[in-house]
């Protein structure tokens, strides 16, 4: 598996935008600046504890690779001891195109991030440039980033969080289920949530998937087939009217867990695949406000043993 490069010996001072004024550097800087409220759709509306201002720091790298790259959105008021819980999020894009820069990602980190939780959205190798597991792997070497600069963040490397839309909670959830990925870090996730995630082992033969999952890796990429009592907890969230992946596939991955004597939750709500990250009513699919809840919920368990 890949190793990162080794951290850097501090973590830089958090700031609305870094780097040269690239258009790239700019557009993040454009969606730093925006009100919460209006990026996010009336975002108070949808939360009722108290909400932070944010700071990001844009394009970082955590390995050597060139989509080795994440961005972090961290709140700026004083963190409780010992720190805020850190959500590493994963783009999706059927594991062969996509970005962490998609302004569903940047309008969920600033959801969540406002509600107290350190998120970073991070990039990972596509096919055909590489195929499954390396882009797990990718992502494993992301939360191991997130980890080793947890507390430069303000954040609590021991609450540690996944999560993703599509293709990357296919990759949020095999982190928490297969152990193998993070046993290379020595890190344990706290918990994953799946977003409208493939789960069985039906997408490897999806058309437009094409040859990212090698046939000898059916068994080993599907979280279903790995359902077993030892994982992360895990919220599965799916949309109900999805056309490109299978609602079922996060009620079945669920009950199986729950069967094994693990922890898992699904709930599906009244959307699409893409709308469940973009709702057009403040609060009428409550993806952000369930995930938080979920880390926050956790991270209380946590700190209470």
Not at 49 to 57: E, I, V
Not at 106 to 114: F, S, T
Not at 226 to 243: I, S, T, Y
């Given at each position: 598996m890949h190793k990162p490069s080794p951290p850097a010996a501090s973590f830089p001072a958090i700031h609305p935008t870094r780097g040269p004024p690239s258009g790239t550097t700019r557009r993040r800087a454009v969606l730093a600046s925006l009100?919460?409220?209006l990026l996010g759709a009336c975002g108070a509306v949808w939360g009722t504890g108290p909400r932070h201002d944010l700071g990001l720091q844009a394009d970082i790298a955590y390995g050597p690779a060139?989509?080795?790259r994440l961005s972090v959105y961290h709140p700026l008021a004083r963190a409780p001891a010992p720190g805020w819980p850190v959500l590493v999020a994963f783009h999706g894009?059927?594991?062969q195109f996509g970005s962490r820069d998609e302004w569903q990602m940047h309008l969920m980190a600033r959801h969540i991030g406002a509600q107290g939780v350190v998120v970073v959205l991070a990039d990972y190798r596509l096919y055909p440039e590489?195929?499954?597991p390396t882009f797990v792997e990718d992502g494993a070497a992301a939360v191991a980033w997130a980890a080793r600069n947890a507390q430069g963040l303000g954040g609590d490397a021991r609450l540690l969080f996944a999560t993703g839309h599509s293709a990357g909670a296919h990759?949020?959830?095999l982190l928490g289920l297969d152990r193998r990925y993070l046993d290379v870090h020595g890190l344990r996730l706290a918990g994953a949530v799946?977003?409208?995630?493939p789960y069985g082992s039906?997408?490897?033969?999806?058309?437009?998937?094409?040859?990212a999952f090698p046939p000898a890796t059916r068994g080993a990429s599907s979280p279903i087939a790995l359902a077993h009592a030892g994982g992360a907890p895990l919220l599965l969230l799916g949309a109900g009217m999805d056309l490109i992946v299978r609602p079922s596939d996060s009620t079945d991955l669920a009950a199986r867990i729950r069967a094994a004597g693990g922890s898992a939750e699904a709930r599906i709500y009244n959307a699409g695949h893409l709308s469940v990250m973009?709702?057009?009513l403040p609060g009428a699919i409550p993806a952000y406000e369930d995930t938080a809840a979920f880390i926050h919920r956790i991270a209380a368990e946590r700190r209470s043993i």
């Amino acid at each position: 598996m890949h190793k990162p490069s080794p951290p850097a010996a501090s973590f830089p001072a958090i700031h609305p935008t870094r780097g040269p004024p690239s258009g790239t550097t700019r557009r993040r800087a454009v969606l730093a600046s925006l009100p919460l409220g209006l990026l996010g759709a009336c975002g108070a509306v949808w939360g009722t504890g108290p909400r932070h201002d944010l700071g990001l720091q844009a394009d970082i790298a955590y390995g050597p690779a060139a989509r080795h790259r994440l961005s972090v959105y961290h709140p700026l008021a004083r963190a409780p001891a010992p720190g805020w819980p850190v959500l590493v999020a994963f783009h999706g894009g059927f594991w062969q195109f996509g970005s962490r820069d998609e302004w569903q990602m940047h309008l969920m980190a600033r959801h969540i991030g406002a509600q107290g939780v350190v998120v970073v959205l991070a990039d990972y190798r596509l096919y055909p440039e590489v195929t499954f597991p390396t882009f797990v792997e990718d992502g494993a070497a992301a939360v191991a980033w997130a980890a080793r600069n947890a507390q430069g963040l303000g954040g609590d490397a021991r609450l540690l969080f996944a999560t993703g839309h599509s293709a990357g909670a296919h990759i949020a959830v095999l982190l928490g289920l297969d152990r193998r990925y993070l046993d290379v870090h020595g890190l344990r996730l706290a918990g994953a949530v799946g977003i409208a995630g493939p789960y069985g082992s039906w997408f490897q033969d999806h058309l437009l998937v094409g040859g990212a999952f090698p046939p000898a890796t059916r068994g080993a990429s599907s979280p279903i087939a790995l359902a077993h009592a030892g994982g992360a907890p895990l919220l599965l969230l799916g949309a109900g009217m999805d056309l490109i992946v299978r609602p079922s596939d996060s009620t079945d991955l669920a009950a199986r867990i729950r069967a094994a004597g693990g922890s898992a939750e699904a709930r599906i709500y009244n959307a699409g695949h893409l709308s469940v990250m973009l709702s057009p009513l403040p609060g009428a699919i409550p993806a952000y406000e369930d995930t938080a809840a979920f880390i926050h919920r956790i991270a209380a368990e946590r700190r209470s043993i």
